[in-house]
């Protein structure tokens, strides 16, 4: 039985960079379709749960065309930046953001939906600002709501498969991820080692939503 | 002095209505807006703190214009500086009571203000606790002392003191009179209870569907002013028993329950919730000490 970290490793560095980058982008927008009176906020807010329902085939071929350098995207960012984006490490990163967008966004967007408006505008009556509210106020409140969406975004890219094989295909080093590992042993009959990755990930899934579990009971008890 | 005429459509159970009113206040008055749910009292404050938006009309607040629809002036919110105490206290829960006061300072939190405020309102040694660890007096009386710290030009209070017992109500009662006393800050309260805003306020408006339908000192709005009784309370009806050939009425003046005997005809038109007014006259009162 063979097998190597590689893919497990790559698998955690990709979950990783996905969550932090949704974390940072995941505040402003979850703000703006909770808060924003803007009608084209219902527009947003579809677009981000888009990836819920689609197939990951069907986002993940929307974007092997869009980045392909045979078109227009993909060979301007190719031919003006040297930026590859198919079959790389930067278009697994671009595929999982797009496509585990709404399990960060989504939870955000209801803690903010259901904080007391009292105490915004408590905040805004005593001076504050939008920004200074936010993160003085609102942000410390919903801390249960943001670890749900960090810990389901991070869960949601390690068992992503569709939309990942679609945009990186399966090279190894660097777009064979543990989920793609698993089905190419598999096709080549070497279930011992396809094993060997399904369990890997079953006990870290296990242990992340276990913590995740734990620790926002504990969280929630402070208030 | 506040001048405010304000239009605007509201939702009510009984469907749509306009608040429509006009009225003046006083620099450093104690005004209560009194009424029924919603007959537009909490919007009326709400438009004056800057948090709902009026569809016409100016607001003038010592000779500052803080909201005109013609001339396209809407001071934000922040700007203002109301001291907006709401109904369920707005307390940040995350915060300690004394970083809740010290958000109210802004960037430099002015200690001996917070030390005196806490000291006044009787919130020594409560400073380290969360405000779920507070009684709901307890509570009110921060979101009281939070407001003053940001130094505001008037104090809204809507509906303070709701959903607590009569001890704590009372005891609340004296925080906001202490407080308004050595401010001497505009003070404008609104609420539905009679005792309340009789014992509290300088002056009051009545508000009835949107619009403004007495105003006065509370003497002059509430008691008739024909009866010449010498003894005279307003009260509100808990209960009539029938007994033999009288009534018995439960009472409840202030804070007090009371029982009196009344006729067929006196108690007609009468029922449980009606306002009344207690008087008697050629009535020598005892007074004893207690």
Request: aromatic share 10%.
């Given at each position: 039985?063979?097998?190597?970290?590689?893919?497990?490793?790559?698998?955690?560095?990709?979950?990783?960079?996905?969550?932090?980058?949704?974390?940072?982008?995941?505040?402003?927008?979850?703000?703006?379709?909770?808060?924003?009176?803007?009608?084209?906020?219902?527009?947003?807010?579809?677009?981000?749960?888009?990836?819920?329902?689609?197939?990951?085939?069907?986002?993940?071929?929307?974007?092997?065309?869009?980045?392909?350098?045979?078109?227009?995207?993909?060979?301007?960012?190719?031919?003006?930046?040297?930026?590859?984006?198919?079959?790389?490490?930067?278009?697994?990163?671009?595929?999982?953001?797009?496509?585990?967008?709404?399990?960060?966004?989504?939870?955000?967007?209801?803690?903010?939906?259901?904080?007391?408006?009292?105490?915004?505008?408590?905040?805004?009556?005593?001076?504050?600002?939008?920004?200074?509210?936010?993160?003085?106020?609102?942000?410390?409140?919903?801390?249960?709501?943001?670890?749900?969406?960090?810990?389901?975004?991070?869960?949601?890219?390690?068992?992503?498969?569709?939309?990942?094989?679609m945009?990186?295909?399966?090279?190894?080093?660097?777009?064979r991820?543990?989920?793609?590992?698993?089905?190419?042993?598999?096709?080549?009959?070497?279930?011992?080692?396809?094993g060997?990755?399904?369990?890997?990930?079953?006990?870290?899934?296990?242990?992340?939503?276990?913590?995740?579990?734990y620790?926002n009971?504990?969280?929630?008890?402070?208030? | 002095?506040?001048r405010?005429?304000?239009?605007?459509?509201?939702?009510?159970?009984?469907?749509?209505?306009?608040?429509?009113?006009?009225?003046?206040?006083?620099?450093?008055?104690?005004?209560?807006?009194?009424?029924?749910?919603?007959?537009?009292?909490?919007?009326?404050?709400?438009?004056?703190?800057?948090?709902?938006?009026?569809?016409?009309?100016?607001?003038?607040?010592?000779?500052?214009?803080?909201?005109?629809?013609?001339?396209?002036?809407?001071?934000?919110?922040?700007?203002?500086?109301?001291?907006?105490?709401?109904?369920?206290d707005?307390?940040?829960?995350h915060?300690t009571?004394?970083?809740?006061?010290?958000?109210?300072?802004?960037?430099?939190?002015?200690?001996?203000?917070?030390?005196?405020?806490?000291?006044?309102?009787?919130?020594?040694?409560?400073?380290?606790?969360?405000?779920?660890?507070?009684?709901?007096?307890?509570?009110?009386?921060?979101?009281?002392?939070?407001?003053?710290?940001?130094?505001?030009?008037?104090?809204?209070?809507?509906?303070?003191?709701?959903?607590?017992?009569l001890?704590?109500?009372?005891?609340?009662?004296?925080?906001?009179?202490?407080?308004w006393?050595?401010?001497?800050?505009?003070?404008?309260?609104?609420?539905?209870?009679?005792?309340?805003?009789?014992?509290?306020?300088?002056?009051?408006?009545?508000?009835?569907?949107?619009?403004?339908?007495?105003?006065?000192?509370?003497?002059?709005v509430?008691?008739?002013?024909?009866?010449?009784?010498?003894?005279r309370?307003?009260?509100?009806?808990?209960?009539?028993?029938?007994?033999?050939?009288?009534?018995?009425?439960?009472?409840?003046?202030?804070?007090?329950?009371?029982?009196?005997?009344?006729?067929?005809?006196?108690?007609?038109?009468?029922?449980?919730?009606?306002?009344?007014?207690?008087?008697?006259?050629?009535?020598?009162?005892?007074?004893?000490?207690?």
């Amino acid at each position: 039985m063979h097998y190597d970290l590689q893919p497990l490793l790559l698998t955690f560095q990709l979950a990783l960079v996905v969550t932090a980058i949704l974390f940072v982008i995941g505040i402003p927008l979850a703000y703006w379709i909770a808060f924003s009176p803007n009608r084209f906020r219902y527009i947003v807010e579809t677009l981000v749960s888009m990836p819920l329902v689609l197939p990951p085939t069907v986002v993940g071929f929307y974007l092997l065309v869009a980045f392909s350098p045979q078109y227009f995207l993909g060979h301007f960012l190719q031919s003006a930046f040297g930026l590859r984006v198919v079959f790389s490490f930067t278009g697994l990163v671009i595929a999982s953001l797009l496509f585990s967008l709404p399990f960060m966004v989504n939870p955000i967007k209801a803690g903010f939906q259901n904080f007391p408006s009292a105490l915004i505008e408590s905040s805004y009556c005593l001076g504050k600002g939008p920004w200074e509210t936010l993160y003085r106020v609102i942000l410390p409140n919903i801390r249960p709501a943001l670890l749900t969406g960090v810990v389901m975004a991070f869960a949601h890219t390690i068992g992503e498969f569709g939309v990942v094989l679609m945009i990186g295909g399966n090279i190894p080093g660097q777009t064979r991820l543990a989920s793609i590992a698993i089905y190419n042993e598999v096709e080549a009959l070497n279930y011992g080692t396809a094993g060997m990755y399904a369990l890997v990930l079953v006990m870290i899934s296990f242990v992340v939503l276990f913590l995740f579990y734990y620790l926002n009971r504990r969280t929630l008890k402070i208030f | 002095m506040i001048r405010l005429r304000l239009k605007r459509r509201m939702h009510t159970p009984q469907g749509q209505e306009w608040i429509d009113v006009d009225l003046n206040i006083d620099r450093g008055e104690f005004v209560a807006l009194f009424g029924k749910s919603a007959a537009g009292k909490t919007t009326l404050l709400r438009m004056l703190a800057g948090l709902t938006r009026p569809q016409e009309g100016y607001i003038e607040v010592d000779g500052e214009i803080w909201f005109d629809s013609r001339r396209k002036i809407d001071l934000p919110v922040q700007q203002r500086r109301t001291g907006f105490v709401f109904q369920d206290d707005g307390l940040f829960p995350h915060m300690t009571v004394r970083r809740n006061l010290e958000y109210a300072c802004g960037d430099k939190a002015d200690h001996d203000m917070i030390y005196e405020w806490t000291a006044v309102m009787g919130l020594k040694g409560m400073e380290d606790r969360k405000p779920s660890q507070l009684s709901g007096g307890q509570k009110r009386r921060v979101a009281l002392a939070r407001a003053l710290l940001s130094k505001p030009k008037m104090m809204l209070l809507d509906e303070p003191l709701s959903g607590l017992d009569l001890h704590a109500r009372l005891d609340v009662q004296d925080e906001i009179i202490k407080a308004w006393r050595k401010t001497g800050i505009t003070t404008i309260l609104v609420s539905h209870d009679l005792s309340e805003v009789f014992k509290m306020s300088q002056k009051i408006f009545v508000i009835e569907q949107g619009r403004i339908t007495a105003s006065g000192s509370p003497q002059d709005v509430f008691i008739n002013r024909e009866l010449s009784g010498k003894f005279r309370f307003t009260g509100q009806i808990i209960d009539i028993q029938r007994d033999g050939v009288v009534n018995i009425l439960t009472l409840c003046v202030g804070n007090h329950l009371t029982k009196v005997v009344a006729g067929d005809e006196e108690i007609s038109g009468l029922a449980v919730g009606s306002r009344v007014i207690v008087a008697a006259k050629a009535f020598n009162p005892l007074i004893l000490k207690v």
